[in-house]
């Protein structure tokens, strides 16, 4: 059974930095896409970044040069890497994994909250 699990969540003051992790306990086949969408109370769900299995990344406007997304694929996990978190950072962050069939999984999702 595919399972994506996230990680890394928690509470950090305004500046600061957490790394969300995201493991793939299923072996996801053809893998096509990996990404990180987040979700604020009263707003709806927002791409924060993407990851292509070619290396292309995609980036939200309000988290470029703040935020980086990678891989490892060993260990059959994605991270987000959030630095100078601001309070409108403030969300449940979800992972994604998309397939070359057009499948999608999706994390439970993990609360980031900024806030000082």
């Known amino acids: 059974q595919v399972q994506l699990v996230e990680s890394g969540g928690g509470l950090v003051q305004p500046g600061g930095s957490l790394r969300l992790s995201c493991v793939d306990s299923g072996n996801i086949f053809s893998i096509s896409l990996m990404g990180w969408y987040r979700q604020a109370p009263g707003k709806q769900r927002e791409l924060v970044a993407s990851?292509?299995?070619?290396?292309?990344?995609n980036y939200a406007d309000s988290v470029k040069g703040r935020f980086t997304i990678s891989r490892d694929n060993a260990k059959n996990t994605v991270y987000l890497q959030m630095s100078s978190l601001k309070p409108e950072d403030t969300a449940v962050y979800y992972c994604r994994v998309g397939t070359l069939s057009g499948r999608d999984y999706w994390g439970q999702g993990t609360q980031v909250t900024v806030s000082s």
């Open positions: 990851l292509t299995t070619a290396g292309r990344t």
